[in-house]
Nanobody, 120 residues
Framework: QVQLVESGGGMVQAGGSLRLSCAAS????????MDWFRQAPGKEREFVTG????????NYADSVKGRFTISRDNAKNSLYLQMNNLKPEDTAVYYC?????????????WGQGTLVTVSE
């Protein structure tokens, strides 16, 4: 089992920055692909960005490219999301996600989320 706890959310004005953290416990996440998802009020959860276990491959949703940066520190068992030039449409609950495939079995874990509110 992997427990994920997000932190760093809050309220910020448009154009501002926030840094989200996701602390993992229970198991090392060094072998897990890690992602950030978000869910805005009244909308479905959507992919924001993801990073492979090695950190060699990173993907971003088009809506955040050039503004958000994902990183991981396997030694600290942590995942981060640096969010710059925030826009009101970035307002959402942000979730940390870990996934791994062992043979044919897929395991995934979610954090409880942290709220980011961006005002005009």
């Amino acid at each position: 089992q992997v427990q994920l706890v997000e932190s760093g959310g809050g309220m910020v004005q448009a154009g501002g920055s926030l840094r989200l953290s996701c602390a993992a416990s229970g198991r090392t996440i060094s072998n897990y692909a890690m992602d950030w998802f978000r869910q805005a009020p009244g909308k479905e959860r959507e992919f924001v960005t993801g990073i492979t276990d090695s950190g060699n491959t990173i993907n971003y949703a088009d809506s955040v490219k050039g503004r958000f940066t994902i990183s991981r520190d396997n030694a600290k068992n942590s995942l981060y999301l640096q969010m710059n030039n925030l826009k009101p449409e970035d307002t959402a609950v942000y979730y940390c996600h870990a996934g791994i495939t062992v043979l044919t079995l897929e395991f995934e874990y979610w954090g409880q989320g942290t709220l980011v509110t961006v005002s005009e």
